[in-house]
C-alpha cells in the first residue's frame, strides 16, 4: 500500500490550496478517511473526515466553511480543498484512513490502519 499526498505549498492569507491524497493497495470505498495536522510547535489536530461511501463529512470548528473533503474512488483519490486560508492553518498535513469506520474530526490519538507522509501547508505574507 502507498499514500502520497501532494498539494502543500506556500500561500499568502486569503489564498487556497487543495490537498490530494493518493492511495494505492488498498480500496477507498471501504475505508473511512481523515486528515491530520499539526501546526509548528503544536500538537496534532484532526481537521476533517469523509465516510466510506462518501455521504458524511465532518470538520473542525477552525475550518468549517473555508475547508471542504471530497474523493474519487474510481482515482482511489482523497482531497481537501483548502479555501481563505490563514497563517494558522499552516502545517504539516496527514491522510489517514481506517477499515473500521468511526464518526467525527479524526482524533489524532486513534489508531489508523494507514498514514501518509505528509505535504507541509505554509500559509504568510
Known amino acids: 500500500w502507498r499514500f502520497v499526498e501532494s498539494g502543500g505549498g506556500l500561500v499568502q492569507p486569503g489564498g487556497s490550496l487543495r490537498l490530494s491524497c493518493a492511495i494505492s493497495?488498498?480500496?477507498?470505498?471501504?475505508?473511512?478517511v481523515g486528515w491530520l495536522r499539526q501546526p509548528p510547535e503544536k500538537e496534532r489536530e484532526g481537521v476533517s473526515y469523509i465516510s466510506p461511501s462518501g455521504e458524511t463529512t465532518y470538520y473542525a470548528d477552525s475550518v468549517k466553511g473555508r475547508f471542504t473533503i471530497s474523493k474519487e474512488d474510481a482515482k482511489n483519490t482523497v482531497y481537501l480543498q483548502m479555501n481563505s486560508l490563514k497563517p494558522e492553518d499552516s502545517g504539516n498535513y496527514y491522510c489517514v484512513a481506517k477499515a473500521r469506520d468511526w464518526h467525527g474530526v479524526p482524533d489524532p490519538d486513534m489508531a489508523y490502519d494507514y498514514w501518509g507522509p505528509g505535504t507541509q501547508v505554509t500559509v504568510s505574507s
Open positions: 493497495g488498498i480500496t477507498l470505498a471501504s475505508y473511512a
